[in-house]
């Protein structure tokens, strides 16, 4: 079974239906959301969250031979994932340490129009000539 307080990087084997595979751990990465976990996938190359309460029970130690084997193999590909991994979370807004209030944005008065500019209830202008004509004959209008 996996144990994380013994060690900064744990390495060990995810095993399940599709296969096993070499997984990494460590306890620098910054945690992953409420009930998962951060794991490097060897197999994938790539640091992958998993959900911890699925993922837990088929986590498995490696041998002495198996570790040393894992450390030599897999240590390169792991350190530049971890980089790149940490850069880009690093980039991050910590939601935290936001104040929850945005900042006071100051009133622009409305321009106010004075009755010689023609901001009165008068309409002005030859738009609205009377040209209609209200009368309608029967064969005008069908049914």
Known sequence: MYNTAKKQVWYGELRTARGNAIVIHDNQLPEASAGRIYLYNT????????????????????????????????????????AEFMQKHSARINLANIKDTAPVRKAKPEPQLDDEEGGGDEIIGDDFEEDSDDSWEDEDYEE
């Open 43 to 82: 197999q994938r190359k790539a640091i992958v969250e998993y959900v911890e309460a699925i993922v837990k029970p088929n986590l498995y130690e490696l041998s002495d031979e198996q570790l040393k084997t894992a450390e030599s193999e897999f240590a390169g590909a792991w350190k530049s994932a971890r």
